[in-house]
């Protein structure tokens, strides 16, 4: 097997990725890094990309809903897995 480092790279055939399945992207609503920040400390984000956080004080762990559990901040779901794990 020969080692591959900088100096001997050669591009093969697995190191590509190939998409599979519908792509998801709209054509034009693109959007560069610098506008991305921009449109961030500007406190507008493009729709789609803004994730509203939830913070719920009747939250029941004994009823997993798990896209629920995706929008809790890290502590929520720090005490999830723990009152999960009893």
């Known amino acids: 097997?020969?080692?591959r480092n900088r100096y001997n790279h050669k591009t093969l055939k697995?190191?590509?990725?190939s998409p599979k399945g519908i792509?998801?992207?709209?054509p034009g609503e693109t959007y560069t890094i610098r506008e991305l920040l921009i449109k961030h400390?500007?406190?507008?984000?493009?729709?789609?990309?803004?994730?509203?956080?939830?913070y719920?004080?009747?939250?029941?762990?004994?009823?997993?809903?798990?896209h629920k559990i995706n929008n809790?901040?890290?502590v929520d779901k720090n005490t999830y897995n723990n009152n999960k794990q009893i």
Do not use: C, W
């Open 56 to 66: 719920a004080e009747d939250t029941d762990f004994n009823s997993p809903d798990y």
């Open 72 to 74: 809790l901040d890290i």
């Open 23 to 26: 792509s998801l992207t709209i």
């Open 1 to 3: 097997m020969e080692i």
């Open 41 to 54: 400390t500007q406190g507008v984000l493009p729709p789609g990309i803004d994730r509203q956080p939830h």
């Open 14 to 17: 697995g190191d590509k990725e």
